[in-house]
């Protein structure tokens, strides 16, 4: 690391509505007397070894740290952070009920923060580098007011006592002028707030599936195959065909990849007709998924996952195996997904 560049804590705050509040003429007189009293309570707050550039009505904050960041050390600076955060809300709070009072003149004004950690460099008495950019972004969508905290920095909260009355919750959002989407420790005030599309963006884990039937010589198939007995989920069970959805793929698409990919055959999925099922484990979360009713069009059945590989059952054969040979509601699910077969092909 170069002797200009340091370890970092980075933290923003903005006072929200001040630009609004400003423009009217009757509280403009006193924005010089507001703006003196809201330096003074941070110059009050944080210790004379942390930098502090005031920007208009915002300011940005700059705490070297000298120790080693360990998992322990960050926990222990963010929660010393927050404590002085909580603290600079309510005096600020009660220097607008006071500044209100004085004059006659409503300050709706509360305070946005954001909060990152990282490698910046010193330039003379300022400061610049990417995490100083990220940190402007958070504080940015730290609204209506609230406290954003970098997660990739943070993956760890402390334990923050409740007389602080305070709680985090996990997003992903994306940042203005930041391509990638950013996971995100917010406040409360901050998760209640309408998030357009373009700004809120999840990646769950969502499952498509399908039961692949065929109608040979007046007689009803059904494909199954047993999963082998080394998979952690459902060893030895049998199944249909599915996976997880791609990114950019319908589910009509993704049924047809996997039972080409893995069973080496083409099928005609029935988008209209599917159900809705749920994967949950202890302590993972829940992936939901949907399932789809297939035909089958051409292929060898064959798979590499499965012991023995794919095999076509009668309607007679499927329902002899016994429900503990299967995943759980599967067999009742297949004989409606059949009966709606029949129907199709006797029309």
Not at 152 to 172: A, G, V
Not at 213 to 230: E, H, S, V, W
Not at 242 to 251: D, M, R, V
Request: proline share 4%; aromatic share 12%.
């Amino acid at each position: 690391m170069s002797d200009n560049t340091i370890v970092a804590l980075v933290i923003f705050v903005d006072a929200r509505g001040f630009t609004s509040w400003a423009e009217k003429q009757d509280s403009f007189s006193f924005i010089d007397e507001f703006a003196i009293k809201w330096q003074e309570l941070l110059n009050s707050a944080f210790s004379k070894s942390t930098y502090i550039k005031y920007l208009g009505d915002g300011a940005m904050i700059i705490k070297e740290i000298d120790n080693e960041t360990t998992p322990n050390v960050l926990k222990s600076l963010l929660k010393d952070t927050i404590k002085i955060i909580i603290s600079v809300d309510k005096s600020f709070s009660q220097l607008c009920d006071n500044l209100s009072k004085q004059h006659g003149c409503k300050i709706p004004l509360k305070l946005g923060w954001g909060i990152t950690k990282g490698s910046i460099k010193k330039i003379k008495d300022d400061y610049i580098g990417a995490d100083i950019n990220k940190c402007s972004r958070l504080c940015s969508i730290a609204r209506p007011y609230g406290i954003a905290i970098d997660r990739n920095d943070f993956s760890d909260l402390p334990r923050f006592p409740e007389t602080l009355n305070i709680s985090f919750f996990p997003q992903k959002r994306k940042l203005k002028g930041i391509n990638d989407i950013e996971d995100v420790w917010v406040t409360k005030e901050i998760t209640e707030k309408l998030i357009i599309r373009e700004e809120l963006k999840e990646t769950p884990e969502v499952h498509i599936a399908g039961y692949c039937f065929k109608f040979q010589n007046g007689i009803y198939y059904i494909l199954l195959a047993k999963r082998k007995k080394t998979r952690s989920l459902y060893p030895e069970l049998f199944e249909g065909c599915g996976g997880q959805l791609s990114y950019n793929e319908t589910f009509v698409q993704g049924v047809e990849r996997h039972y080409k990919r893995e069973f080496n055959i083409d099928v005609k999925v029935y988008q209209d007709d599917y159900s809705i099922y749920y994967i949950q484990q202890p302590n993972e979360p829940i992936i939901p998924g949907i399932v789809f009713l297939c035909e089958y069009i051409s292929g060898e059945p064959i798979s590499e996952n499965h012991d023995p590989g794919p095999q076509w059952f009668t309607e007679e054969e499927f329902k002899a195996i016994h429900e503990s040979k299967m995943i759980k509601g599967i067999k009742e699910e297949i004989i409606k997904f059949l009966d709606k077969y029949k129907k199709f092909k006797n029309n």
